[in-house]
Structure formats: C-alpha cells, structure tokens
C-alpha cells in the first residue's frame, strides 16, 4: 500500500487547512501523525475503517476532524483554529491487516506517507 498526503502548506494563525491522504489500495485502521525537526514523532489522530471510532490527542482535540473516504481510499484531517504549535510534517498512516482496528501509537501501522508540510505563521 502506498500512502499519498496533500493539502499542506502555509497558513495564518486561526486558519484552516484540510490534509487529504490517498492509499493505492484498501486500508484498515488509519492515523495521522507530525514531527518537528528533532523531535520524535507524535500521534495527532486515528480513525477505524467503519470510521465510527476516532481518537484525538489532546493537543489537537476540539479543533481536528478526521475522516474517511472508503470508496476513494482516502483519508482527511480537517484542522481548524491552527496554532504556531501546529507546525509540522504531517504523515499519514495505514493498517491493512486488522480490519477491526484502530491504533494511536506509531507501531501500529507498517505503512507511511512522505510527509506534507504544515507551517502556522503569520
């Protein structure tokens, strides 16, 4: 499976950007993660594949949605309100073993994305 991210790019503090991920094939449980130059990679969001059990770091709660697209293999992370914070690379995640699945923690998932840029700035 290959994962695909869009949607990063520049964005004022209080803005909105709406990252897209797109699998070559069918996934499971799906998650999104950022890291800072430096620092270790943190989980941001997870969906399930029914998409009725979502998760959220704390961090990122109240102002993110995740979603799903199970037709178009795809899956979403609105994010609204940014903060400087925010900034990032974001990676998309995926699971096509476990149909039942939702997983928070990296090890969960054996495929990755390259990364889209997220930078919150005025």
């Known amino acids: 499976v290959q994962l695909v991210e869009s949607g990063g790019g520049l964005v004022q503090p209080g803005g909105s950007l709406k990252l897209s991920c797109a699998a070559s094939?069918?996934?499971?449980?799906m998650g999104w993660f950022r890291q800072v130059s430096g620092k270790e990679r943190e989980f941001v969001a997870a969906?399930?594949?029914?998409?009725?059990?979502?998760y959220y770091a704390t961090s990122v709660k109240g102002r993110c949605t995740i979603s799903r697209d199970n037709a178009k293999n795809t899956v979403y992370l609105q994010m609204d309100g940014l903060k400087s914070e925010d900034t990032a690379t974001y990676f998309c995640?995926?699971?096509?073993?476990?149909?039942?699945?939702?997983?928070?923690?990296?090890?969960?998932?054996?495929?990755w994305g390259q990364g889209t840029q997220v930078t919150v700035s005025s």
């Open positions: 995640a995926a699971d096509a073993t476990y149909p039942t699945a939702i997983f928070t923690t990296s090890r969960g998932y054996p495929y």
């Open positions: 094939g069918r996934t499971y449980a």
């Open positions: 969906i399930n594949w029914s998409a009725d059990d979502k």
